[in-house]
C-alpha cells in the first residue's frame, strides 16, 4: 500500500472500464435507425467537408468563436491553481490574477467592439 | 487561521521579490500594447491611425527613458532565493547586455513605428491591406474599410512584438526564454501577412513564417525539457552549475538538449541551416515590417543566445562550440554568396541580413567580454542602417507597387541623387567600408574574435573576411547600377516610370536618422563602443 502510483493505475482501469463498458451498452441497448444525418462524421458548427457548391469554403465565424473560447478557457486552466493555493499565496496574488483577468477582458472588449461577437 | 497546505505545496509561500523600476520598459510597453487594443475599440475611425501611431511612439520613447532608469537598478529580479539549497531562482536578469539590447530595440522600434505609420496621402498605413481578400485601389477594398476594416491593429501588433522582443535578451530562465519568444513571434506572423500589394506572397511569407517559427519553437520546446531532465532547474544559472557539479545520471541529455535550444534560437536569427525562411519572408512581407523585423528580431534573439551561451551553458561550452563555429561558417558562406546571384532588393537584403548573422555569430564565439561588446555595438549600427535600407526600398515605386527587381533601380541615382545616394551609402555599411559604421562593427567583432578565439577564431575572421569581400560585389553592383545603369524601358512613357515618392515627415525621419547614425557611428564609433563595452558582463 506504500506504491504511490496504485490508485494511479486503479484510476486508468477505471476509465477504460467505464468507456468501453458505455460503448458496449450502447452497442447492445440503443436503437439503431441509420439515416444520412447519422452516417456523417460529427463536427459542430460547421460542415464537416468543405462543399464544392460553395468554392469549398466555410465560414469564418465559427472560427472566431473556436477561439474567443479558447482564450477563456486557457484563462481558467489559469485560475484553478491559483483557487488552490489562494490561502497561501495572499494579497499580492490576488492582484496579478486581476491584472492577468483584466488583461484578457480587453481583448474580450476589443471582440466584442469589433463585432466579434455578431453572428449575422 | 491554521492553513494546511494541499499535498506537494510548499507550507510557506516564499513572495518573490520584484523590482519594479528594473521592469520599468517591460511594463510600459506592454501596458502601452493593451492600452492600443483598447483604443482600438473605443477610439472613433478616423482619429485611430494618429492616436496608435502617437501613442506606440511616446510608449517607446518613455520606455527607453525607463531603460536609463533601471540601468541604475541592475541584477536578478522577480524570483526567490531558495535558503535551502541556495539556489538563486529568477526569471528576469536586468543586466549590461540586456538594457544595451532594450534600448537598441526601442529606438529602432520607434524608426520601425515612423515607417509602418506612412500613408502616403490615403487614409490607412499605405503599406498593409484593410482586407486580405481585396486587390488595391478595389471597390471591395473600398467597401471592407467602409464596414470597420482597419489597418490601425499594426500598431498594437508592433507593440506586442517589441515587448517580446525587449523581455527576450532579460529572461534568466528557458519558460521565460519561450514565452518571450512566442509573444515576439504571433504578432511578426501576422503583420508578415497584412502587404496591401503582392498580398498572396505576403501571405504565402506568413503561412512559411508561422509553421516554420512553430516547428523551431518546437526545437526549443524539447531542448528545454531535455536540459531540465539533465539538471532540475529551468534556470540558466542552476543549468550552468549542474553542468560544472556534473557528471549525474541524466548526462546524455546535456548535448541533445543544448542542441535543440540552439536551434530554435538560430532560427530567429536566420543562421544557416535554419535560413530557409528568410528570403521568402523578407520578400513576401510588407517592407516597413521587413525592416523592423531584420532590425529588432536579429537583435532581441542575439541577446538571448548571448545569455544562452554566456550564462546557462557557458560551463559545457566545450559540447557545442565546434557545431556553432561551423554554423557560423556556413552561415556566412552562404549568405554571401547567394546574394550574389540575387535579382530582388529585398531577397538580396535578406540573403545580407543571413551573412551578417554569421559575422555576429563570430562575435559571440569570441567567449569574452569584448566579444559581448561587439555583438552588441554590431546589432544596432545593423539596425540602424536596415531600417533605413528597407524604409527606401519602400519608397521606390512603379505604377503605385514597390519596384524591387534590380533591374528597375537601374538608373536611379541620376533622377533621384539624395535618395540613391542615401542608399548607396547604406550599402556600403553593409559591405564594412571605412567611414560607416559596418566597417566599425566588423573590426569590432573580428578583433575580438582573433583576440580569444585562438585558432578558430582565426579561421572564423579570415573566412569572415573573405565573405566581406564577397558581399562588397553585390553591394557594388547595386550602386554601379543605380549610377551607371540605364532606366528601364526608357521610352518616355511618364507613366510606368520607376519613380521615388515622396513620403511623409515620418518616413523621412526615420530614414534621415538611420542613415546619420550609420556614418556618426563610423566616424565616431567610441562613444557607442565604451557603452557596449561597460555594458558587456551578465549577472547570473
Known amino acids: 500500500m506504500n506504491e504511490p502510483y496504485v490508485p494511479v493505475l486503479f484510476m486508468l482501469g477505471l476509465g477504460f472500464v467505464f468507456a468501453a463498458g458505455s460503448v458496449g451498452t450502447s ?84 471582440v466584442w467592439r469589433r463585432g466579434g461577437l455578431d453572428w449575422a | 487561521m491554521t492553513s494546511v497546505a494541499p499535498q506537494g505545496l510548499p507550507a510557506v509561500f516564499q513572495q518573490s521579490t520584484i523590482d519594479y523600476l528594473a521592469i520599468l520598459p517591460l511594463l510600459i510597453v506592454f501596458g502601452v500594447a493593451i492600452v492600443g487594443v483598447l483604443v482600438e475599440a473605443f477610439v472613433p475611425r478616423d482619429r485611430r491611425h494618429m492616436v496608435q501611431a502617437g501613442l506606440a511612439v511616446v510608449g517607446l520613447l518613455a520606455a527607453f527613458v525607463a531603460v536609463i532608469v533601471a540601468a ?106 519561450f514565452v518571450a519568444l512566442e509573444v515576439l513571434s504571433l504578432p511578426l506572423y501576422i503583420l508578415s501577412g497584412l502587404a496591401r500589394r503582392r498580398r498572396l506572397l505576403s501571405q504565402e511569407a506568413s503561412l512559411k513564417y508561422f509553421l516554420l517559427g512553430a516547428f523551431s519553437s518546437a526545437f526549443f520546446l524539447f531542448g528545454s525539457a531535455l536540459l531540465y531532465g539533465y539538471s532540475g532547474s529551468f534556470v540558466l544559472g542552476d543549468i550552468s552549475k549542474a553542468i560544472s557539479t556534473g557528471p549525474i545520471e541524466m548526462n546524455g541529455l546535456l548535448v541533445p538538449g543544448a542542441f535543440l535550444v540552439f536551434v530554435g534560437l538560430l532560427f530567429k536569427v536566420a543562421a ?24 529588432c528580431t536579429k537583435a532581441a534573439a542575439f541577446g538571448a543566445i548571448l545569455r544562452l551561451a554566456y550564462v546557462g551553458l557557458d560551463t559545457g561550452r566545450w559540447e557545442w562550440t565546434n557545431a556553432l563555429v561551423v554554423i557560423a561558417l556556413l552561415t556566412m558562406v552562404v549568405g554571401s554568396v547567394l546574394s550574389v546571384t540575387q535579382t530582388d532588393m529585398k531577397r538580396l537584403l535578406a540573403y545580407s541580413s543571413i551573412a551578417h548573422a554569421g559575422f555576429v555569430l563570430v562575435g559571440v564565439l569570441a567567449f569574452d567580454s569584448k566579444g559581448v561588446g561587439a555583438v552588441l555595438f554590431y546589432v544596432a549600427t545593423y539596425g540602424f542602417a536596415i531600417i533605413a535600407a528597407f524604409a527606401i526600398i519602400s519608397l521606390v515605386r512603379q505604377n503605385g507597387g514597390e519596384a524591387t527587381h534590380l533591374s528597375q533601380w537601374a ?83 511618364a507613366a510606368n516610370a520607376v519613380e521615388v515618392v515622396v513620403p511623409s515627415v515620418t518616413t523621412t525621419f526615420s530614414i534621415a536618422i538611420g542613415t546619420v547614425i550609420t556614418l556618426a557611428l563610423g566616424v565616431v564609433p567610441s562613444a557607442l563602443l565604451d557603452l557596449a563595452d561597460r555594458a558587456s558582463q551578465f549577472v547570473r
Not at chain 2, 460 to 488: K, N
Request: hydrophobic content about 50%; proline content about 7%.
Open chain 1, 27 to 110: 452497442l447492445v441497448v440503443g436503437p439503431k435507425r441509420y439515416n444520412r444525418a447519422k452516417l456523417e462524421a460529427y463536427e459542430c458548427g460547421i460542415q464537416p467537408s468543405p462543399q464544392a457548391s460553395g468554392g469549398g469554403r466555410v465560414p469564418i465565424k465559427y472560427y472566431l468563436t473556436a477561439m474567443l473560447f479558447i482564450i477563456f478557457d486557457v484563462e481558467s486552466i489559469f485560475l484553478y491553481p491559483f483557487a488552490v493555493a489562494f490561502n497561501q499565496l495572499g494579497l499580492f496574488a490576488l492582484i496579478e490574477m486581476v491584472l492577468f483577468v483584466l488583461t484578457v477582458f480587453v481583448a474580450y472588449a476589443y
Open chain 2, 272 to 295: 544557416v541551416p535554419f535560413h530557409a525562411w528568410t528570403p521568402d519572408v523578407y520578400q513576401g512581407a510588407p517592407t516597413p515590417v521587413t525592416g523592423f523585423m531584420a532590425a
Open chain 2, 411 to 493: 538608373g536611379l541615382g541620376k533622377r533621384y541623387p539624395l535618395v540613391a545616394g542615401a542608399f548607396a551609402f547604406l550599402m556600403l555599411a553593409f559591405a564594412g567600408i571605412p567611414a560607416t559604421s559596418g566597417f566599425m562593427a566588423k573590426f569590432a567583432v573580428f578583433s575580438a574574435a582573433v583576440g580569444t578565439g585562438g585558432a578558430t577564431g582565426t579561421v572564423l575572421v579570415v573566412v569572415g573576411v573573405l565573405c566581406s569581400a564577397i558581399t562588397v560585389f553585390v553591394y557594388a553592383r547595386v550602386i554601379v547600377l543605380m549610377y551607371f545603369g540605364d532606366p528601364p524601358g526608357d521610352t518616355g512613357d
Open chain 2, 72 to 177: 541604475k537598478h541592475q541584477g536578478l529580479t522577480m524570483g526567490i532565493t531558495d535558503g535551502a539549497s541556495d539556489r538563486r531562482l529568477f526569471a528576469l536578469a536586468i543586466d549590461g547586455p540586456a538594457l544595451f539590447m532594450q534600448g537598441t530595440i526601442l529606438l529602432l522600434g520607434v524608426l520601425g513605428v515612423l515607417t509602418m505609420a506612412e500613408r502616403l496621402g490615403g487614409v490607412g498605413p499605405d503599406a498593409f491591406t484593410p482586407s486580405g481578400a481585396s486587390t488595391p485601389g478595389s471597390p471591395f477594398e473600398t467597401n471592407a474599410s467602409r464596414a470597420g476594416a482597419l489597418t490601425s491593429e499594426v500598431f498594437p501588433l508592433t507593440m506586442f512584438a517589441i515587448f517580446g522582443m525587449i523581455l527576450f535578451p532579460t529572461t534568466n530562465d528557458l519558460i521565460g526564454m
